[in-house]
């Protein structure tokens, strides 16, 4: 395609898509998943997954990108013309829309939060669980507060995406992740300064196999595939902005690299602090909004503390932000042809119109799927914003995980995807071999935990879990 947008450089790149995998979930869901799951065991099983499973589909996506120059619509109807794996690429764009409308809403709780810490709101808190807990099932319960800060979020995420990918996304990225991973160290090593910090070290590193069950190993290959945000076809639509000069398997290892090691700082940061201060580590996602902000203020300088923080938590979810938006932005760029002004502007508002009823859902007396049965809430959740939640991780991101994978092994071919690499993995009699038991392994594990989700909701007994 003539005049695409190019990253201005190979480390803007690995920054932005670093950034699109970092989000809320490496700051406290792994943290707490593998605090609970056998430490260091269970983050032994993720490094595995991340490596057999996240790489695989990471590269096959940056991949498909480059080669097609599109976003994944285009993308697959070029290297699959006149069949049905468009919707592949439709249900990437799909899943964009249906993440961003709820996660905009958490992006204004986090923001809101900020302005709480700043504002010296969590020193009442200290010590007391229940209180946090009161302040944010108050916050989220209201009508327009929770709106409002939404919007703000989306705002940001809009007129960085207008900017562009070279002076939009990668000039934020590059800015973003350095304070983010100098955010998380800081915190990390206050955590370890702190008397009985080093316990959360061991609650998070030393490994207990006993704690390391069929269950934890299902969990740990399912976040393996989420925390990356694979299948919604973000990686397709970075990859199409790369050139031909970019070396795709080095450029993914850094973007794993950095995602990983941005978990793992997360859950020393969380950890020390928390086993320093006698809070409960098992809080698992109350640790961000009841239990963190009751811990803030026991230290000295709180209030500084718990700012920095959420904003490294908020940066954390707009980089991701930004990424899920431009998935959607670059379908009507490459489809139908509108300026990057049209396109994010308008799906821009859509979208956080979509997130104003997932708000509402939770507390504005708005709830869009009360009309529907048990049977669709019993699989999506009684919320708007649940059913949104739920609908995207556990069904549209694996499916289209999964079928990324067939399509390198059934319609691509493993020799034309080896080719867009264009580098010698282990050996060239050897790298088909071992691309088509990678991307089958993919398909199979994510099938899986689909088909493992599916049976656990029909039949209330999962196959595993």
Request: glycine content about 12%; overall charge neutral; charged content about 10%.
């Amino acid at each position: 395609m003539q005049n695409r947008e190019q990253w201005g450089s190979k480390l803007g790149f690995i920054l932005a898509a670093s950034g699109s995998a970092v989000g809320i979930g490496n700051i406290w869901k792994f943290p707490h998943m593998a605090g609970q799951n056998g430490g260091a065991a269970f983050t032994l099983v993720y490094l595995l997954c991340i490596l057999v499973v996240g790489l695989t589909i990471v590269v096959a996506e940056l991949a498909i990108g480059r080669s097609t120059q599109l976003s994944p619509v285009g993308a697959f109807e070029k290297l699959a013309p006149k069949t049905n794996w468009k919707w592949v690429g439709f249900l990437g764009v799909a899943s964009a829309f249906v993440i961003l409308s709820f996660y905009g809403v958490v992006g204004g709780w986090i923001l809101k939060y900020i302005f709480v810490s700043l504002t010296g709101g969590f020193d009442s808190l200290s010590n007391d669980p229940e209180a946090a807990k009161s302040l944010f099932v108050t916050f989220t319960g209201s009508t327009w507060s929770p709106i409002l800060f939404q919007v703000l979020f989306m705002a940001l995420c809009v007129y960085v995406i207008v900017n562009g990918v070279k002076d939009g996304i990668e000039s934020w990225s590059k800015i973003m992740m350095p304070i983010i991973i100098i955010l998380l160290v800081v915190l990390a090593v206050r955590g370890l300064t702190l008397e009985g910090g080093i316990d959360g070290l061991k609650f998070l590193f030393l490994p207990r196999f006993e704690d390391l069950n069929a269950s934890a190993i299902v969990l740990a290959l399912g976040h393996s595939f989420f925390t990356l945000s694979l299948g919604m076809g973000t990686m397709i639509t970075y990859g199409s902005y790369l050139n031909r000069e970019q070396n795709l398997l080095n450029s993914a290892l850094w973007v794993l690299a950095l995602d990983t090691a941005i978990a793992m700082l997360a859950g020393v940061a969380i950890f020390t602090t928390v086993f320093a201060l006698g809070a409960d580590p098992a809080g698992g996602a109350g640790l961000i909004f009841f239990i963190l902000p009751s811990v803030f203020p026991q230290l000295a300088y709180g209030s500084i503390w718990g700012t920095l923080f959420f904003s490294l938590l908020f940066m954390a979810a707009l980089t991701s932000a930004i990424s899920i938006l431009e998935v959607v932005t670059a379908y009507f760029i490459d489809q139908k042809g509108w300026s990057r002004k049209k396109a994010t502007i308008q799906f821009g508002v859509v979208i956080t119109i979509v997130g104003v009823f997932c708000s509402l859902s939770l507390g504005g007396g708005v709830n869009i799927t009360g009309y529907f049965g048990g049977t669709f809430h019993h699989f999506f959740g009684e919320t708007f914003f649940d059913v949104m939640d739920n609908l995207s991780s556990k069904y549209m991101l694996p499916i289209g995980g999964m079928f990324t994978a067939i399509f390198i092994l059934m319609k691509w071919t493993v020799p034309s995807f080896i080719n867009e690499i264009g580098q010698t993995i282990i050996g060239k009699e050897k790298d088909a071999s071992l691309v088509s038991v990678l991307c089958g392994t993919a398909a199979i594990v994510v099938g899986f935990i689909i088909l493992n989700e599916i049976i656990a909701k029909v039949t209330g007994n999962a196959i595993i879990g």
